[in-house]
Every structure is written in C-alpha cells, then in structure tokens.
T-cell receptor, first 117, second 114 residues
Framework: AQSVTQLGSHVSVSEGALVLLRCNYS??????LFWYVQYPNQGLQLLLK??????LVKGINGFEAEFKKSETSFHLTKPSAHMSDAAEYFC???????????????FGKGITLSVRP | KAGVTQTPRYLIKTRGQQVTLSCSPI?????VSWYQQTPGQGLQFLFE???????NKGNFPGRFSGRQFSNSRSEMNVSTLELGDSALYLC?????????????FGPGTRLTVT
C-alpha cells in the first residue's frame, strides 16, 4: 500500500521568499509522484510529475521538485513566491508496478500556502 | 483542447435522495476516474472506468456507482444520500491505462446534502 505524508497543513511565506512544501511517501514498489495545485472553487491542476526519469523535475509556474529515494521524499520548491501562488498543494503517489493498468492516485492531506505582501 | 468538464457544478439534495453527476473527459482520453474530496478525509479514490468497464475501485459503499459510455463520458450515481456524502466530487481523465499515470482533473461538482 502506498501513502503520502505532507507535514503541516499551512505554510506562510513573504512574497519573493523561497517556497518549500514537504512530501514524504511510502511505497513497496518504485513510485511515481505528482504535485497538484488547487485554487479556490477549482479542480486540481498538475504542477509536475516524477516518473523515474530525471530526479530533479521542473514544472509549471517556476516550481520544481527533487525525488530522493534515500529520504523517500519529493519536496516542492520555488525560489521566489508570488501572490498568485497562494493555493492548496497536494502531493500524490501512484503504483508503477502495474504499468498504469490499475493506477490510482493516493493523495496527501494537502498544504495551504499563503503569500504575504 | 478543452479540459475535463463536469456538470452540474453545484447540487443541493436532501438526505435519502439519489444523485447523478456527469463527466466529459478530455477529447481522446478513454479513462475516467472519480475522486471524493472532503475536509476530513481529503481526496479519496472512488473508481476508474476504461472502455466502459470498471477497472479499479476504492473503498466506498455500494451506494456509490458509476458507468462509462462508448464516447468515454462517465456518470457517477450516489443512492440514498447521507449527510456525510456532502463533498466535492472530482472527475479525472487520462488517455489510456498503460504507461500513463498522471491524471487531469475537472473543476468538480460540489454536492451538499441537507
């Protein structure tokens, strides 16, 4: 079984500051990992994905994440926060072992990012 | 390409009623999954359909059911609604099963059960 832990439910940063959102996973097989963002009253938008290629993954809106197998982590970072980054962020894992056939996403609880002017 | 669309966006139902939600995937996408999002339980997988067949199912009671049509559009149905069914129901699509793991989400249907 897979699981995702996102420590803390709320992160607040100043505009222009580094954004770091933490994600740790548990998986019995090599995982595929994702970060999604959800703005108020909207669905989930895919920010980036790790599917066993490069361990440093670049996504949209200046976000990137690094897969670290030894730490079972996939933390999301952005060098400089913008007011428009305020949203809820979800880390998700899926099982690569089935070649996608029974692939379902298991999500963390989500982290709300606030950006102070 | 147009994204995943869901109708209706908002619904208010009474306990004991049933409800049907609709999802149209991205054009060319043949797999549709459904997720329930609540403040307490977060995002939970309901089921996935591909080629009109349920391929995977989450841990929800039988009151939750779904189907997929030949044009890949999907519906989910919840019978005998309970207050705890109040949630945002999200639909997601992907082009195929093999080798594609990321899913693309619609805006959701907000269901309120009173």
């Amino acid at each position: 079984a897979q699981s995702v832990t996102q420590l803390g439910s709320h992160v607040s940063v100043s505009e222009g500051a580094l954004v770091l959102l933490r994600c740790n996973y548990s998986s019995s097989v090599p995982p595929y990992l994702f970060w999604y963002v959800q703005y108020p009253n909207q669905g989930l938008q895919l920010l980036l994905k790790y599917t066993s290629a490069a361990t440093l993954v670049k996504g949209i809106n200046g976000f990137e994440a690094e897969f670290k197998k030894s730490e079972t982590s996939f933390h999301l970072t952005k060098p400089s926060a913008h007011m428009s980054d305020a949203a809820e962020y979800f880390c998700a894992v899926t099982d690569s072992g089935t070649s996608g056939a029974n692939s379902k996403l298991t999500f963390g609880k989500g982290i709300t990012l606030s950006v102070r002017p | 390409k147009a994204g995943v669309t869901q109708t209706p966006r908002y619904l208010i139902k009474t306990r004991g009623q049933q409800v049907t939600l609709s999802c149209s995937p991205i054009s060319g996408h043949r797999s549709v999954s459904w997720y329930q999002q609540t403040p307490g339980q977060g995002l939970q997988f309901l089921f996935e359909y591909f080629s009109e067949t349920q391929r995977n199912k989450g841990n929800f009671p039988g009151r939750f059911s779904g189907r997929q049509f030949s044009n890949s559009r999907s519906e989910m149905n919840v019978s005998t609604l309970e207050l705890g069914d109040s949630a945002l129901y999200l639909c997601a699509s992907r082009p195929r099963l093999a080798g594609v793991y990321e899913q693309y989400f619609g805006p959701g249907t907000r269901l309120t059960v009173t």
